[in-house]
Nanobody, 130 residues
């Protein structure tokens, strides 16, 4: 039983920045792998970023690498997505996801796959205008 609540979305001009937050319930946050996914209108959900239980392993989609940064603060039970140099094509609903998946390094590659995750937040809208 994991509850996830995203926040921080909004309207921003191209080139701007946003920081998304995902607050998780429970006392076992440090054992959860976390991911961010997004879904634009008319498109399928796509992987954005993921982070393992310790924060020592991260993965990014090629489309956001160098612009987005995923991080976690285990004492606060929160994962973040810092989004810089935003582009109109980043417009989407962003979803936080969690899974009780213990991995390190290359073994975490499955975190790029949405079906891997058992828990999902409600989503937060990010709109980038040009």
């Amino acid at each position: 039983q994991v509850q996830l609540v995203e926040s921080g979305g909004g309207l921003v001009q191209a080139g701007g920045s946003l920081r998304l937050s995902c607050a998780a319930s429970g006392r076992t946050f440090s054992s959860l792998a976390m991911g961010w996914f997004r879904q634009a209108p008319g498109k399928e959900r796509e992987f954005v970023a993921a982070i393992n239980w310790s924060g020592g392993t991260t993965y990014y989609a090629d489309s956001v690498k160098g612009r987005f940064t995923i991080s976690r603060d285990n004492p606060k039970n929160t994962v973040y997505l810092q989004m810089n140099s935003l582009k109109p094509e980043d417009t989407a609903v962003y979803y936080c996801a969690a899974d009780r998946y213990y991995c390190t390094g290359y073994a975490c590659q499955d975190l790029r796959q949405g079906p891997k995750y058992d828990y999902w937040g409600q989503g937060t809208q990010v709109t980038v205008s040009s």
